[in-house]
């Protein structure tokens, strides 16, 4: 079964405003990572965040972690339509094994 | 740095033949391969995962001659989806990483349509 769950499932948001993005997981950890997907293509790494870390920054990226509440967040700041994309959590227990969520669709509209 | 290939980008191919795909790490040798299987809307199946010159481990629900995987070198690993029928349709896509590394690298995908 997948460990991660992203939530919303679908955003729509206007050029400017800020994207949330929340993903929930089961089991320990012991990093997670962020992923965008274009639509039909392969998946670009956004950012790796540690069991023993809170929070992470990455240009317009703001990521989080809470260990106790199995959760993580991404935040995209001053969105724009190249933002568009699929965006998935994958959760890290062992040696580069990732399980996916089922990710959130985002729209940015000009 | 840190490039992954796939090799096609698509392919359309009549139900019972069989179907290669390749991936390549060109920038680092991958001592470890992934391949996923991607429905339309749907997240990342891990299919199998294999070792460079050792045989792939393969999930569970994943038939193994069905989806035979090749990792002869750390730069190359092959998926042949044999005698595939429709319902083999999907995007299929690789991932790589290195010994020194902390993500997976992923390829662009492959299409993969049977009629």
């Known amino acids: 079964s997948q460990q991660g769950e992203e939530d919303p499932q679908a955003l729509s948001i206007q050029e400017g405003e800020n994207a949330t993005m929340n993903c929930s997981y089961k089991?320990?950890?012991?990093?997670l990572q962020w992923y965008r997907q274009n639509s039909g293509r392969g998946l670009v790494h956004l950012i790796l965040?540690?069991?023993?870390?809170r929070e992470k920054h990455s240009g317009r990226l703001r990521v989080t972690l809470d260990t106790s509440k199995k959760s993580s967040s991404l935040l995209i700041t001053a969105s724009r339509a190249a933002d568009t994309a699929s965006y998935f959590c994958?959760?890290?227990?062992?040696?580069?094994?990732?399980?996916f969520g089922k990710g959130t669709m985002l729209l940015v509209s000009p | 740095g840190a490039v992954v290939s796939q090799h096609p980008s698509w392919v359309i191919c009549k139900s019972g033949t069989s179907v290669k795909i390749e991936c390549r790490s060109l920038d680092f040798q991958a001592t470890t391969m992934f391949w996923y299987r991607q429905f339309p809307k749907q997240s990342l199946m891990l299919m199998a995962t294999s070792n460079e010159g050792s045989k792939a481990t393969h999930e569970q629900g994943v038939e193994k001659d069905k989806f035979l995987i090749n990792h002869a070198s750390l730069t190359l690993s092959t998926l042949t989806v044999t005698s595939a029928h429709p319902e083999d349709s999907s995007f299929y896509i690789c991932?790589?990483?290195?010994?020194?590394?902390?993500?997976?690298?992923f390829g662009p995908g492959t299409r993969l349509l049977v009629l």
């Open positions: 994958a959760t890290g227990s062992g040696y580069s094994t990732l399980t």
């Open positions: 089991t320990s950890i012991n990093n």
């Open positions: 965040i540690r069991s023993n870390e």
């Open positions: 991932s790589a990483i290195g010994q020194t590394q902390e993500t997976q690298y």
